[in-house]
């Protein structure tokens, strides 16, 4: 691709990302849907004043429950992410094999959070075509699994096996966190590698800085939660945080965090670093890095020059949009007060 095309695609993907943007739910939309009574007036809501109509035209609201209207606005949220990668992937860019690889790692994790039931057997038929299409699991045979050496096996043709067989053969002591740990680590090593392979300079820098960022929140969040629940897991074990390669924190800052006394005490190291002046004071855990890690997008999405950061920055703020319109409706279904539900949602502008 000479330079000029890919400008031009460049320039393409750039204004495709934004213009999608001016979808996304406003502060209003959040404070209208929070004052819905039931599931189907939430659903009716979303229908008549949100870009998700599109996805409830053929649903009826009458007949409409809590699971069947989260399947379809979430299988509307990944359709959009896939329409973005397509495109990407048509403009000659190299992204998207990375979030086909996200998909994998986030389908591997549900599947482990849920062995030995049969919950997750609808989960694949909301995932795009685009995901499926470039994925190398066998998702039926990971539904089956009910032991972690099950999940191990329906895993053994894929570039997955290695980070998972260690939790079968003794190595390591089997978690969902752990694995999680072990996953994330490969993904964000993927992307490392993929961005140093395919971009130059400051576009480069950029792309490499998100990619720190999200693996750094997943370690953030990690390490608190073991911390608050299970602070003597074996996952705190710093072998664990160093494999992965990609963070913007030093292994002094990551050691410093494994051996603080508590999830507080973590944050305030992170507050020494760059993502100081993102990280709230106040929150529960999850509210802070979904705060921090929203504020960042946002900032990125205005300003940033790299089409690709600008892509990946409107990902996080869909994934973000998708959590709070989760939340208000499982606060509908449990009838909690308007102001209770919005307390816990990351709003748009609060990136500033």
């Given at each position: 691709?000479n330079?000029?095309?890919a ?8 204004a495709?990302?934004?213009a ?13 849907l929070?004052?819905?009574h039931?599931?189907?007036e939430?659903?009716s809501?979303l229908k008549?004043?949100?870009?998700y109509?599109?996805?409830l035209t053929?649903?009826?609201a009458a ?6 209207l989260?399947a379809?606005?979430?299988q509307?949220?990944?359709?959009k992410?896939?329409?973005l990668?397509a ?10 094999g ?7 790692v986030d389908?591997i ?5 849920y062995?030995?039931?049969?919950s ?9 075509t ?9 998702a ?8 972690a ?11 997955y096996?290695p980070l998972?067989?260690?939790f ?5 002591p ?7 740990n ?7 090593a ?8 395919n971009?130059k300079?400051?576009?480069?820098e950029?792309l490499?800085?998100i990619?720190?960022?999200?693996a750094?929140?997943k370690?953030?969040e990690?390490?608190?939660?073991l ?8 996952a705190?074990r ?5 494999r992965a390669?990609l963070s ?5 800052e ?5 051996q ?12 020494k670093?760059?993502?100081?002046k993102?990280l709230?004071?106040?929150g529960v855990i ?11 997008n ?10 690709q ?7 996080g703020?869909?994934?973000n949009?998708?959590?709070n ?7 509908i279904?449990?009838k ?8 816990y ?8």
């Amino acid at each position: 691709m000479n330079s000029r095309i890919a400008s031009l695609s460049s320039n393409a993907l750039l204004a495709k990302a934004r213009a999608m943007y001016a979808d996304v739910l406003t502060r209003e939309n959040y404070t209208e849907l929070s004052a819905c009574h039931t599931v189907s007036e939430a659903a009716s809501y979303l229908k008549a004043h949100t870009a998700y109509g599109e996805a409830l035209t053929e649903l009826s609201a009458a007949k409409l429950h809590r699971a069947r209207l989260e399947a379809a606005l979430r299988q509307y949220m990944l359709g959009k992410m896939a329409d973005l990668f397509a495109f990407e992937k048509a403009l000659g860019q190299e992204l998207n094999g990375i979030f086909a690889m996200r998909s994998d790692v986030d389908y591997i994790l549900l599947c482990a959070d849920y062995l030995d039931t049969d919950s997750i057997g609808e989960y694949m038929l909301i995932t795009p075509t685009f995901f499926r299409q470039n994925s190398e699991i066998d998702a039926p045979a990971l539904e089956r699994a009910l032991s972690a050496g099950e999940l191990c096996e329906a895993l053994r043709h894929t570039r997955y096996w290695p980070l998972v067989e260690p939790f079968t053969n003794g190595q390591t002591p089997f978690s969902v966190q752990a694995l999680e740990n072990s996953l994330y680590g490969y993904l964000y090593a993927q992307a490392e590698k993929t961005v140093r392979a395919n971009f130059k300079g400051a576009q480069r820098e950029d792309l490499l800085n998100i990619f720190r960022m999200r693996a750094d929140v997943k370690m953030l969040e990690s390490i608190c939660r073991l911390k608050s629940y299970y602070p003597h897991h074996d996952a705190l074990r710093p072998e664990q945080f160093f494999r992965a390669q990609l963070s913007s924190f030093s292994q002094r800052e990551i050691l410093e965090m494994l051996q603080s006394d508590t999830a507080e005490d973590v944050l305030q190291i992170a507050r020494k670093t760059r993502y100081g002046k993102y990280l709230p004071q106040d929150g529960v855990i999850e509210w802070k890095m979904r705060t921090m890690e929203l504020r960042i997008n946002e900032r990125n999405l205005r300003f940033s020059t790299c089409p690709q950061v600008v892509l990946l920055s409107f990902v996080g703020i869909l994934e973000n949009e998708m959590y709070n319109i989760t939340h208000i409706i499982e606060g509908i279904r449990y009838k909690l007060p308007p102001e209770e539900m919005l307390q816990y949602l990351i709003l748009p502008g609060d990136a500033h």
